[in-house]
């Protein structure tokens, strides 16, 4: 009793400070909508003409009892300029030894089921994988699908919700809600900072609205033509206590990748 | 008053003077005291976690720790649908689990929920893997599309037998729950909101059941279980006390007294628990009801000698310091010897025992302290009226009974000494069984739900973490080989209902990667070919399923989980012992160490844990008890003869309970424990007494059996009495493991009333030696000189 009392309480504090910050800064839904909106532009359109990249990337799986195990894998991503459509990427698994040159290519949509194929190599066989599981976890680990193949910018709606200072930097705090019937979120909360425009944290909330994971993004470079890329991905998960890490090496920028570099037809050439 | 005073008795009047003439003092102290402590009271806590019974350092517990660590943690809720006729596989069933299983994300903690209608179904299209859901829209599909699904769901390894029954009749839900374990009130929260669930669904779709089982369910049955029990337990208790008092004792003031006396025992040992940070769980809300049992007692000694004196024509300070001074020696040893009894509580291995016996002794200590400052307190301000002058009636009973025994002496002695050895060679048949559906009566709902669930599905899930060679293992064909006939091992085995294996898991993506041909339903026999079948299936799992709930995360091992139906300790434990067997014989190097854990496996070996230990616990407190007795009683020979009327009723008792009920849980190993205390109780009054009637009033043996009768025989019928029947209604509470408990104290206690009154005073005319009668041997022929003398 004597908790539930407090809780209360504190629910009642809460209630009363968020309720005097909105009284405070007045922001309307629909300013509040466009103002989010374009924070998450002018960061997604920050790097936009890098065309296509390549890097390699060691992704790191921690359990609640404190295991790790590592896997690393190379990326290729080819830009599609046009915001209607997604990126075009191709995963290939270098490690573990098992798994050497299995091969995902995936082509984003915003609003639908990815096009995805796998190659594996111990069958020698191209499969196309049916599925509506954008919001699954990415081989193992804390990411979903949905997390990092893209940030696509009509993936969501936005909110902004104010300014806040974060790691040193003052930032923006946009909120955004997935428009992908089949996500695993209800919502989301970016920090973006105001000097070069990245998303530097992301708190995910599940379907229950309760707080899942967070992202921390760090090590941000900045590469020929004012593109920027963290090196550093941090996702924790809030319930589990699991957490992975992915960590980039330096990126290749305009590689000369090109449509045909993402057909079904170069995965088994890939080896 | 007599001519020779112990110093005790001395310090005995002194203290009793000094409370009467500052009675208002006392009072206030002891109220203020209760008042401080009560103030702890608001930290307590309802546990409604059932690894709350298990202590950190129990083996069973780390095992099974360190498992969810590994993989996912198990706390659930597994709903069962049941339609009232027919199958499962219509369009208003399966649209039923289909809207449960999207609601049961908002169930708070939620972390993962399995259905048949989730369940990822693979299927092959030329060069296509199609993945989906295996049912969606239940609502429009027609019988064809329903045959199919039914077809699909049956004969998938997966899901048949664990989430949709055999023959079609029920289906279930499972959703996996990860508490943040921050605030007690999570499990209430979760099972609130299910329960809500429920209740919506069954109106939406009228002519199902929906019945709630599973970890959470398990561990707010605990909770409801200990609420239930004090609400409606403690107020009949107090009620049946008031009744006794007012037979026994026949003084409203004396009623009163002992009331609050009573009241304050129990609000003090609660509020020291409270500061102490314990999660109450039923077993450790038995302890009002045994403080204020136990508290009874001193009052009534100290009470009935009070009444026996203004009878006789004392003044009512003078019959209440005599009380003091005649009772306190008895009334100290007595509280302190159960105390020390329930002390012994820690030395098992389950939590709620410790804080049932820290509870009790406190509760015990503190009702000592004020039955001999608060109670004379209050009687000397209180008006009593001496009662009238009669014959002593009850006193020529025990005079009675008294030459009875000492001219039966003989036969007594041989005969209920034949009687208890024929009751303790009976003490190894008891059975213990520890299955936890069993610790809740049928008025708990989770019991009953459980019991129409088991009807459908298994109850008890035994997981096992089969060990691979090294990082990414699990592939290798020669593990694969081992962890299918390891399955196939678990399936064999009597009351397993479903064993869940990565192996078919395996074997469907080989025949999924093959067109879906027959005759690649088998195990990929290369280590690459495995490992990337996994990294596919690894991508293609919906939010909320991963592979991690079945594969640890460097793949060096996967969790195989064998569910049982409703099975007994005894028949879990062949399984278990069955299953390491086959682990020693047949598994590779690398496999050997693969245990299994669960719950179940805790509950398992719960009674072996605690009953050694408390076995151990009793003896210890059985000697300490004995040289607590040497002291109080002058007489080392008469202290080491005291433990045999002391350990005997409790022993015979369990031979009783063998013949007559034979299985227990494992909560009799507290029996020893809390009854020990009592059963000492007797013994001390009788031979305290038997002792003054030597020394004091210098009676032979046989004169002193009889003294010791007269004094507290009716003392001590009047305790019997109302011990039994507050333990006895221990019987009725929710929770078996009280009831249990509380049925074979009150037989232990019977039995020691019998043993003290027709066994000791043989013993004693038998063994007590000259040390303390000083006079020649008279267990012959004692019959002639049995001198009588009514009690002062």
């Given at each position: 009793m004597f908790k539930r009392n407090l809780q209360n309480k504190l629910a009642a504090a809460l209630a009363v400070v968020t309720l005097g910050f909105s009284l405070i800064a007045p922001v309307k839904a629909d300013e509040a909508a466009d103002k989010g909106y374009e924070i998450a532009a002018r960061s997604d359109r920050?790097?936009?003409?890098?065309t296509s990249s390549e890097v390699t990337a060691v992704m790191t799986l921690t359990n609640s009892a404190g295991n790790t195990s590592t896997r690393e894998m190379y990326f290729k991503t080819l830009e599609?300029?046009?915001?209607e459509v997604g990126d075009k990427s191709l995963t290939v698994f270098e490690t573990p030894r098992d798994v050497q040159g299995t091969a995902l290519l995936s082509h984003a949509k915003i609003l639908e089921a990815d096009d995805q194929w796998l190659y594996l190599p111990a069958l020698k066989r191209v499969k196309r994988i049916s599925s509506t599981n954008k919001s699954g976890p990415f081989v193992g680990s804390e990411f979903a699908f949905e997390d990092f193949t893209s940030t696509e910018l009509n993936k969501y709606d936005y909110k902004f919700i104010g300014e806040d200072e974060f790691d040193g930097m003052k930032v923006d705090v946009v909120e955004r809600f997935p428009r992908?019937?089949?996500?695993?979120?209800v919502r989301q909360i970016a920090l973006v900072d105001q000097?070069?425009?990245?998303?530097r944290k992301i708190d995910f909330y599940d379907r229950k609205n309760s707080l899942l994971k967070t992202l921390t993004l760090k090590d941000y470079r900045e590469y020929e033509g004012g593109v920027w890329r963290a090196h550093e991905l941090e996702m924790v998960n809030h319930q589990t206590g699991k957490s992975t890490t992915l960590s980039y090496g330096d990126y290749s920028f305009k590689?000369?990748?090109?449509?045909?570099?993402?057909?079904?037809?170069v995965l088994k050439r890939i080896r | 008053m007599p001519k020779t005073m112990t110093a005790m008795d001395e310090f005995a009047v002194r203290l009793a003077k000094f409370v009467i003439g500052h009675r208002w003092l006392v009072i206030f102290a002891t109220l203020l005291t209760t008042a401080a402590v009560t103030y702890?009271?608001?930290?307590l806590q309802m546990s409604?976690?059932?690894?709350?019974?298990?202590?950190?350092?129990?083996p069973e517990l780390q095992a099974f720790e360190e498992f969810q660590g590994t993989y996912t943690k198990n706390d659930n809720f597994f709903f069962t649908i049941v339609p009232e006729?027919?199958?499962?596989?219509?369009a208003e069933t399966l649209a039923l689990v289909e809207e449960l299983t999207t609601e049961?994300?908002?169930?708070?903690?939620?972390l993962r929920v399995d259905s048949v209608t989730n369940f990822q179904h693979t299927w092959a299209d030329e060069d296509d893997l199609i993945v989906e859901?295996?049912?969606?829209?239940?609502?429009?599909?027609?019988a064809e599309e329903l045959a199919e699904k039914s077809q699909v769901a049956i004969t998938e390894p997966l899901l048949r037998?664990?989430?949709?029954a055999r023959d079609g009749r029920a289906i279930a839900v499972n959703v996996v729950l990860q508490y943040?374990?921050?605030?007690?009130f999570e499990v209430p929260q979760a099972v609130e909101y299910a329960r809500t669930l429920r209740a919506d669904l069954l109106q939406k779709y009228p002519g199902h059941k929906i019945y709630m089982t599973g970890v959470s369910m398990l561990n707010m049955a605990f909770q409801e279980a200990g609420m239930k029990d004090v609400m409606t337990m403690i107020p009949l208790m107090y009620g049946l006390l008031l009744l006794l008092m007012a037979v026994t004792v026949r003084s409203i003031a004396g009623t009163l007294v002992t009331l609050l006396m009573i009241a304050f025992a129990s609000m003090i040992g609660m509020g020291a628990a409270g500061f102490y940070g314990v999660a109450l769980t039923p077993i450790a809300l038995s302890a009002p009801t045994i403080i204020l049992t136990l508290a009874i007692a001193d009052a009534v000694h100290i009470l009935i000698t009070m009444r026996n004196s203004m009878k006789a024509g004392m003044t009512k300070r003078d019959a209440l310091i005599e009380a003091v001074r005649v009772n306190f020696l008895a009334v100290m040893i007595t509280s302190l010897t159960t105390a020390i009894g329930f002390l012994a509580?820690?030395?098992?291995?389950?939590p709620p025992f410790w804080h049932l016996g820290n509870i009790s002794a406190v509760g015990i200590v503190a009702a000592w302290a004020m039955s001999v400052t608060f109670l004379p307190a209050m009687m000397s301000l209180l008006p009593v009226r001496a009662p009238?002058?009669?014959?002593a009636n009850e006193n020529n009973f025990f005079a009675r009974l008294a030459d009875f025994v000492v001219a039966h002496n003989k036969k007594l002695f041989y005969g209920i000494g034949a009687f208890a050895i024929v009751l303790i060679s009976a003490v190894p048949q008891i059975e213990f069984n520890d299955q936890w559906t069993e610790?809740?009566?049928?008025?708990?709902e989770f019991r009953r739900d459980s019991d129409a669930s088991t009807e459908y599905f298994g109850f008890y899930p035994i997981e096992f973490s089969v060990l691979a060679k090294?990082?990414?293992?699990?592939?290798?064909p020669e593990f694969l080989q081992k962890l299918d006939e390891f399955t196939q091992f678990l399936r064999q085995?009597?009351?397993?209902t479903h064993v869940y294996s990565l192996t078919d898991i395996m074997k469907r993506l080989n025949r999924n990667m093959h067109?879906?041909?027959?005759?690649?339903y088998k195990l990929p026999d290369d280590r690459e070919l495995s490992a990337q079948y996994l990294l596919l299936y690894e991508l293609s799992l919906p939010y909320g399923l991963d592979l991690n709930d079945r594969v640890n995360i460097d793949k060096s091992a996967t969790r195989v989980t064998a569910t049982l139906t409703n099975t007994s300790t005894l028949e879990t434990k062949v399984f278990l012992d069955a299953a390491r067997g086959w682990i020693t014989e047949n598994a590779p190097e690398y496999m050997q160490a693969t245990v299994p854990t669960s719950a179940q496996v805790m509950f398992t070996y719960v009674a072996e844990r605690n009953v050694e230990s408390m076995i151990a616990g009793n003896i210890i407190a059985i000697v300490a008890i004995g040289i607590v007795m040497m002291f109080a009683l002058k007489s080392a020979r008469l202290g080491a003869l005291s433990m045999v009327p002391n350990g005997l009723p409790i022993v015979v008792a369990f031979g009783a309970w063998a013949l007559m009920v034979g299985t227990v849980g494992?909560?009799?190993?507290?029996v020893a424990s809390v009854s020990l205390g009592i059963v000492v109780d007797d013994t001390v009054h009788f031979l305290a007494k038997y002792v003054r009637g030597i020394r004091?009033?210098?009676?032979?043996r046989a004169g002193a059996i009889k003294y010791a009768f007269e004094t507290v025989g009716m003392a001590l019928v009047v305790n019997t009495v109302i011990l039994v029947i507050g333990f006895a209604y221990l019987?009725?509470?929710?929770f078996k493991m009280n009831a249990d408990m509380g049925l074979l104290t009150a037989l232990a206690i019977t039995f020691a009333l019998l043993f003290d009154f027709l066994f000791l005073p043989a013993l004693m005319l038998r063994g007590?030696?000259?040390?303390?009668?000083?006079?020649?041997?008279?267990?012959?022929?004692v019959q002639q000189n049995v001198q009588t003398q009514p009690a002062e």
């Amino acid at each position: 009793m004597f908790k539930r009392n407090l809780q209360n309480k504190l629910a009642a504090a809460l209630a009363v400070v968020t309720l005097g910050f909105s009284l405070i800064a007045p922001v309307k839904a629909d300013e509040a909508a466009d103002k989010g909106y374009e924070i998450a532009a002018r960061s997604d359109r920050s790097d936009l003409g890098f065309t296509s990249s390549e890097v390699t990337a060691v992704m790191t799986l921690t359990n609640s009892a404190g295991n790790t195990s590592t896997r690393e894998m190379y990326f290729k991503t080819l830009e599609k300029e046009n915001e209607e459509v997604g990126d075009k990427s191709l995963t290939v698994f270098e490690t573990p030894r098992d798994v050497q040159g299995t091969a995902l290519l995936s082509h984003a949509k915003i609003l639908e089921a990815d096009d995805q194929w796998l190659y594996l190599p111990a069958l020698k066989r191209v499969k196309r994988i049916s599925s509506t599981n954008k919001s699954g976890p990415f081989v193992g680990s804390e990411f979903a699908f949905e997390d990092f193949t893209s940030t696509e910018l009509n993936k969501y709606d936005y909110k902004f919700i104010g300014e806040d200072e974060f790691d040193g930097m003052k930032v923006d705090v946009v909120e955004r809600f997935p428009r992908y019937e089949n996500s695993g979120y209800v919502r989301q909360i970016a920090l973006v900072d105001q000097e070069v425009f990245q998303v530097r944290k992301i708190d995910f909330y599940d379907r229950k609205n309760s707080l899942l994971k967070t992202l921390t993004l760090k090590d941000y470079r900045e590469y020929e033509g004012g593109v920027w890329r963290a090196h550093e991905l941090e996702m924790v998960n809030h319930q589990t206590g699991k957490s992975t890490t992915l960590s980039y090496g330096d990126y290749s920028f305009k590689t000369g990748l090109q449509d045909n570099d993402f057909v079904k037809g170069v995965l088994k050439r890939i080896r | 008053m007599p001519k020779t005073m112990t110093a005790m008795d001395e310090f005995a009047v002194r203290l009793a003077k000094f409370v009467i003439g500052h009675r208002w003092l006392v009072i206030f102290a002891t109220l203020l005291t209760t008042a401080a402590v009560t103030y702890g009271a608001q930290f307590l806590q309802m546990s409604n976690n059932y690894r709350d019974f298990f202590s950190e350092s129990n083996p069973e517990l780390q095992a099974f720790e360190e498992f969810q660590g590994t993989y996912t943690k198990n706390d659930n809720f597994f709903f069962t649908i049941v339609p009232e006729e027919g199958d499962v596989f219509t369009a208003e069933t399966l649209a039923l689990v289909e809207e449960l299983t999207t609601e049961a994300w908002q169930i708070p903690f939620s972390l993962r929920v399995d259905s048949v209608t989730n369940f990822q179904h693979t299927w092959a299209d030329e060069d296509d893997l199609i993945v989906e859901d295996l049912v969606k829209g239940a609502e429009s599909l027609t019988a064809e599309e329903l045959a199919e699904k039914s077809q699909v769901a049956i004969t998938e390894p997966l899901l048949r037998d664990q989430l949709v029954a055999r023959d079609g009749r029920a289906i279930a839900v499972n959703v996996v729950l990860q508490y943040p374990q921050v605030d007690p009130f999570e499990v209430p929260q979760a099972v609130e909101y299910a329960r809500t669930l429920r209740a919506d669904l069954l109106q939406k779709y009228p002519g199902h059941k929906i019945y709630m089982t599973g970890v959470s369910m398990l561990n707010m049955a605990f909770q409801e279980a200990g609420m239930k029990d004090v609400m409606t337990m403690i107020p009949l208790m107090y009620g049946l006390l008031l009744l006794l008092m007012a037979v026994t004792v026949r003084s409203i003031a004396g009623t009163l007294v002992t009331l609050l006396m009573i009241a304050f025992a129990s609000m003090i040992g609660m509020g020291a628990a409270g500061f102490y940070g314990v999660a109450l769980t039923p077993i450790a809300l038995s302890a009002p009801t045994i403080i204020l049992t136990l508290a009874i007692a001193d009052a009534v000694h100290i009470l009935i000698t009070m009444r026996n004196s203004m009878k006789a024509g004392m003044t009512k300070r003078d019959a209440l310091i005599e009380a003091v001074r005649v009772n306190f020696l008895a009334v100290m040893i007595t509280s302190l010897t159960t105390a020390i009894g329930f002390l012994a509580l820690n030395f098992g291995d389950a939590p709620p025992f410790w804080h049932l016996g820290n509870i009790s002794a406190v509760g015990i200590v503190a009702a000592w302290a004020m039955s001999v400052t608060f109670l004379p307190a209050m009687m000397s301000l209180l008006p009593v009226r001496a009662p009238k002058l009669a014959a002593a009636n009850e006193n020529n009973f025990f005079a009675r009974l008294a030459d009875f025994v000492v001219a039966h002496n003989k036969k007594l002695f041989y005969g209920i000494g034949a009687f208890a050895i024929v009751l303790i060679s009976a003490v190894p048949q008891i059975e213990f069984n520890d299955q936890w559906t069993e610790y809740f009566d049928e008025s708990i709902e989770f019991r009953r739900d459980s019991d129409a669930s088991t009807e459908y599905f298994g109850f008890y899930p035994i997981e096992f973490s089969v060990l691979a060679k090294g990082e990414g293992g699990v592939s290798e064909p020669e593990f694969l080989q081992k962890l299918d006939e390891f399955t196939q091992f678990l399936r064999q085995q009597p009351n397993v209902t479903h064993v869940y294996s990565l192996t078919d898991i395996m074997k469907r993506l080989n025949r999924n990667m093959h067109a879906d041909e027959a005759s690649w339903y088998k195990l990929p026999d290369d280590r690459e070919l495995s490992a990337q079948y996994l990294l596919l299936y690894e991508l293609s799992l919906p939010y909320g399923l991963d592979l991690n709930d079945r594969v640890n995360i460097d793949k060096s091992a996967t969790r195989v989980t064998a569910t049982l139906t409703n099975t007994s300790t005894l028949e879990t434990k062949v399984f278990l012992d069955a299953a390491r067997g086959w682990i020693t014989e047949n598994a590779p190097e690398y496999m050997q160490a693969t245990v299994p854990t669960s719950a179940q496996v805790m509950f398992t070996y719960v009674a072996e844990r605690n009953v050694e230990s408390m076995i151990a616990g009793n003896i210890i407190a059985i000697v300490a008890i004995g040289i607590v007795m040497m002291f109080a009683l002058k007489s080392a020979r008469l202290g080491a003869l005291s433990m045999v009327p002391n350990g005997l009723p409790i022993v015979v008792a369990f031979g009783a309970w063998a013949l007559m009920v034979g299985t227990v849980g494992f909560s009799v190993a507290a029996v020893a424990s809390v009854s020990l205390g009592i059963v000492v109780d007797d013994t001390v009054h009788f031979l305290a007494k038997y002792v003054r009637g030597i020394r004091e009033k210098g009676y032979d043996r046989a004169g002193a059996i009889k003294y010791a009768f007269e004094t507290v025989g009716m003392a001590l019928v009047v305790n019997t009495v109302i011990l039994v029947i507050g333990f006895a209604y221990l019987a009725t509470s929710h929770f078996k493991m009280n009831a249990d408990m509380g049925l074979l104290t009150a037989l232990a206690i019977t039995f020691a009333l019998l043993f003290d009154f027709l066994f000791l005073p043989a013993l004693m005319l038998r063994g007590s030696g000259k040390l303390i009668s000083g006079q020649k041997d008279d267990s012959e022929g004692v019959q002639q000189n049995v001198q009588t003398q009514p009690a002062e």
